[in-house]
């Protein structure tokens, strides 16, 4: 296959066409491995996972002179006690993320992104969990490494639904508890809820130690609002419905809108907390480049 055939996987519409989670996954990371070779990123190896670079003070023994030969660096085989980060992919499925101006729901642009990052993590030999969530935690499967548990991470996000109410800080603050050894901790939300709580249970986690990516998920529409007739407008979580001219509060709306990714934007940048806006239509090779950046900062 082509590179750029490989490539065209990274579109959320074609990923969409695909007959099961665990092809999504495989073609969407081929696609994005593919993709690093022609982009500025040109050398940023995910080969050598199981690996860190010689240190002074390492033993001149653990060198992988294997690795020398095809690097001309110094590598030293990690101890399975250094390899294995523990990620937790934990997934909004919340009413809300069944929104679809056209294509793609958010809740399925977000569970085609956690199977290509479960996968993409286990190709890094990293323990994966999964935890989906919505006014409570719907399922957890606690992070393991052992290759077969990948399917059933998949198989869990084949049936993912949106439904319910959010209440996302009280997920944040439970699994804040839960989790009892510094990890890694993705989430995947559109983030629908009050800011200040959703920020105290991303904190809860920055207190308890671990590493925290946010992907805030939303819509395009969400963000420009640009519809061309009188709508009525329906709260998918209350059921509450509204008919307005949208061109009437356009711009009032989109003020809104920035000042809510803003705010979340520069309270996560205080608290050393990740902080990636997508929108269903993006591309996913961004979302799975921000992830491989910070598994690099925080070692392996």
């Known amino acids: 296959m082509q590179l750029d055939d490989y490539r065209k996987f990274l579109n959320p519409d074609v990923v969409s066409r695909l007959k099961s989670m665990e092809l999504r996954a495989r073609l969407v990371v081929e696609g994005f491995i593919a993709g690093l070779h022609r982009s500025p990123y040109h050398g940023f190896s995910i080969e050598f996972s199981e690996h860190r670079q010689y240190m002074p003070g390492d033993e001149f023994k653990h060198i992988d002179w294997k690795v020398w030969g095809k690097t001309n660096r110094y590598y030293i085989k990690q101890f399975e006690e250094e390899t294995n980060l523990k990620a937790y992919l934990l997934l909004d499925t919340s009413a809300s993320m069944g929104y679809a101006s056209a294509g793609l729901t958010k809740l399925q642009y977000a569970s085609y992104l956690t199977a290509a990052l479960a996968y993409l993590m286990f190709k890094q030999r ?19 490494s052992i290759k077969t548990y990948l399917f059933q991470i998949l198989k869990e996000l084949e049936q993912v639904e949106s439904n319910d109410v959010t209440d996302v800080a009280d997920t944040f603050h439970e699994m804040a508890e839960r989790i009892d050894r510094r990890g890694l901790v993705i989430v995947l939300s559109d983030l629908y809820d009050d800011p200040a709580k959703i920020m105290l249970g991303l904190k809860h986690f920055r207190h308890k130690r671990h590493e925290v990516v946010v992907f805030h998920i939303l819509d395009p529409m969400e963000i420009e609002f640009d519809f061309k007739r009188e709508m009525i407008f329906e709260d998918l979580e209350t059921g509450e419905r509204i008919a307005t001219q949208p061109w009437h509060i356009r711009y009032e709306y989109r003020q809104k809108v920035r000042k809510f990714i803003e705010e979340y934007k520069h309270q996560c940048r205080s608290n050393n907390i990740d902080y990636i806006q997508l929108t269903t239509s993006q591309d996913f090779d961004r979302a799975l480049m921000e992830y491989l950046i910070k598994r690099r900062r925080i070692g392996g």
């Open 126 to 144: 990293d323990a994966v969990g999964l935890v989906t969530f919505d006014n409570k935690i719907s399922r957890y499967l606690p992070p393991r």
